[in-house]
């Protein structure tokens, strides 16, 4: 058994950064289209994106992120970019420390060390960076690198087939069409689909 592991903060900066120029995109008038993440409209991906982002902040900081209440009441609608600057900036903040990386924490998928828990939260934002681009229409690239770091930390932590439950909180895969972008990928192994295709 190894100790070794690809640190996964530097990934994490890169993915809330274009996560938040992202969001600084969204107008009040695209609140309510529909996402990829079929429970949650722009608005609802955003609430649950600042509310995830707060858990990770509260984990790095030594707290218990299954005691953050993730509702994100009260934001308005022209409010969420600053939102999720405050939480972005706090787990920055939070996760600085390398001691943080091999200490066991606790997310809802179970105890594990920091890195680890961190990595799934790299492979959250990006999906939901995708689910957010997808809503609005692409209006810019996304960075492949992000995705090919998410889809490997997917692959070895979510097996091809499994229940959609708190533990494992994606649907089933689905098969991603020949040729597809890392992107579309990493997409289809989280059981999702573009818009055109959903």
């Known amino acids: 058994m190894t100790n070794e592991f690809t640190d996964p903060r530097p990934y994490y900066v890169r993915a809330t950064e274009q996560a938040a120029a992202l969001i600084k995109t969204v107008r009040p008038e695209d609140l309510t289209r529909p996402t990829p993440c079929s429970e949650f409209d722009v608005r609802g991906l955003l609430g649950h994106i600042v509310g995830g982002t707060r858990r990770i902040a509260v984990v790095g900081e030594g707290g218990d992120g299954l005691a953050v209440d993730p509702s994100t009441d009260g934001v308005a609608d022209d409010g969420w970019a600053a939102a999720y ?11 600085e420390s390398d001691e943080r990386m091999v200490s066991t924490v606790r997310v809802p998928w179970g105890e594990v060390p920091g890195h680890a828990a961190l990595s799934g939260y ?3 934002i990006v999906t939901h960076t995708w689910d957010l ?6 209006p810019g690239e996304l960075d492949p690198e992000l995705a ?3 889809l490997a930390n997917a692959r070895r932590v979510l097996p091809d087939s499994r229940p959609r439950d708190a533990a494992t909180p994606f649907a089933a895969r689905t098969g991603a069409p020949e040729g597809a972008g ?6 289809a192994w989280l ?6 295709r959903a």
């Open 148 to 150: 090919e770091f998410s």
């Open 122 to 124: 790299v492979m959250e």
């Open 85 to 95: 600057e405050e939480v972005r900036v706090r787990v920055l903040r939070a996760w």
């Open 191 to 196: 059981g999702r689909a573009p818009l055109s």
């Open 133 to 138: 681009a997808e809503a609005l229409g692409h």
């Open 182 to 187: 890392v992107y579309e990928r990493l997409a």
